[in-house]
């Protein structure tokens, strides 16, 4: 049974940096693309970053390039999402999904693309 559990989030002031871990268990994480989606109440769930398995290719929504950065470090069996200059927008429940489809910029932006997903973690970004 693979899980995943984000961690990190939180309150913080506009401008601010979080950073977001989402550890994998279960079986390792190589070979599995890993993505970031959020979900702001009244709003669908939303596409924010992917990677693949090596972390040679990444894919960002335009809404958070320049700002977030996906990462991951496969020997610990953990993804993270580096959010810099945080925007009140920024505000969702943020969670961490895992593919077993190879990586593709059409599809790996696309949440039905992934098969395990966390629970989530808040990010609450005040002005």
């Known amino acids: 049974q693979v899980q995943l559990v984000e961690s990190g989030g939180g309150l913080v002031q506009a401008g601010d940096s979080l950073k977001l871990s989402c550890g994998v268990s279960g079986r390792t994480m190589s070979g599995l693309v890993m993505g970031w989606f959020c979900q702001a109440p009244g709003k669908e769930r939303e596409f924010v970053a992917a990677?693949?398995?090596?972390?040679?290719?990444?894919d960002y929504a335009d809404s958070v390039k320049g700002r977030f950065t996906i990462s991951r470090d496969n020997a610990k069996n953990t993804v993270y999402l580096q959010m810099n200059s945080l925007k009140p927008e920024d505000t969702a429940v943020y969670y961490c999904?895992?593919?077993?489809?190879?990586?593709?910029?059409?599809?790996?932006?696309?949440?039905?693309?992934?098969?395990?997903w966390g629970q989530g973690t808040q990010l609450t970004v005040s002005t």
């Open positions: 990677i693949s398995w090596s972390g040679g290719s990444t």
């Open positions: 999904a895992a593919s077993t489809r190879s990586y593709g910029s059409r599809w790996s932006l696309i949440a039905d693309t992934y098969n395990y």
